[in-house]
């Protein structure tokens, strides 16, 4: 199946400092998630966007749906060590059969204290 | 708060059994699914399901079945077992179509 185009696959970053990731794909979708996964446990959904040009916030994380819905950015400002983990997005279409989320295949983030 | 629970967070089986996953939600969701997560591939569809006794095969079915008997309940079964499903299988349930999905803890297969 279809995957989705996310970048970086892994960062580094000081405390402190601020982050940012992002999806593309070639078709569209409807709907852009943004999970995070914690080592052994299961992804954690974050964000949820619904239209094209949104931007939303939850906390320091602020995501945004592309113009032309082919695209995603997360946004994390002011790390903390708690950031730390897998960063997933996620791109689920509207209709018939489109039950299903197209996954990245992640960010790994890890943050210096 | 969307729960969905798996039933173990470990399991250790042996190469030919019977294994039997399963999964709850308490939010009434029409749709669940099934994932199995392996490094370096991302996250899989299994199989998924969008209402009581449906099933849609997903991108890697072979080797694997479901169940969903009651609306809340989704289980994965592996008929008889093999290393190469040796993974993580995550269980997800949504409302509807759009709406993204929640997912359970996970559970860590291990077959020996």
């Known amino acids: 199946g279809q995957q989705l185009n996310q970048s970086p696959q892994s960062m580094f970053i000081q405390e402190g400092e601020d982050v940012s990731m992002n999806c593309t794909s070639s078709?569209?979708?409807?709907?852009w998630l943004w999970y995070k996964q914690d080592p052994g446990e299961g992804p954690v959904l974050l964000i949820a966007?619904?239209?094209?040009?949104e931007l939303t916030s939850n906390g320091r994380l602020t995501a945004q749906f592309g113009i032309t819905r082919k695209d995603s950015f997360l946004n994390i400002s002011a790390s903390i060590p708690s950031d730390v983990g897998i960063y997933f997005c996620?791109?689920?279409?509207?209709?018939?059969?489109?039950?299903?989320?197209?996954f990245g295949k992640g960010t790994k983030l890890s943050v210096i204290p | 708060d969307v729960k969905v629970t798996q039933s173990s967070r470990y399991l250790v089986k042996r190469t030919g059994e019977k294994v039997f996953l399963e999964c709850v939600q308490d939010?009434?969701?029409?749709?669940m699914f099934w994932y199995r997560q392996d490094p370096g591939l991302g996250l899989r569809l299994i199989y998924f399901?969008?209402?009581?006794?449906?099933?849609e095969k997903g991108d890697i079915p072979e080797g694997y079945s479901v169940s969903r008997e009651k609306k809340e309940r989704f289980s994965l079964i592996l008929e008889s077992a093999s290393t190469n499903q040796t993974s993580m299988y995550l269980c997800?349930?949504?409302?509807?179509?759009?709406?993204?999905?929640?997912f359970g803890q996970g559970t860590r297969l291990t077959v020996v």
């Open positions: 997800a349930s949504s409302v509807g179509q759009g709406f993204g999905a929640f």
């Open positions: 399901s969008y209402d009581v006794k449906m099933k």
């Open positions: 996620a791109g689920q279409r509207t209709g018939a059969g489109s039950y299903q989320l197209t």
């Open positions: 939010m009434d969701h029409e749709n």
């Open positions: 966007l619904y239209k094209a040009g």
């Open positions: 078709s569209i979708f409807n709907t």
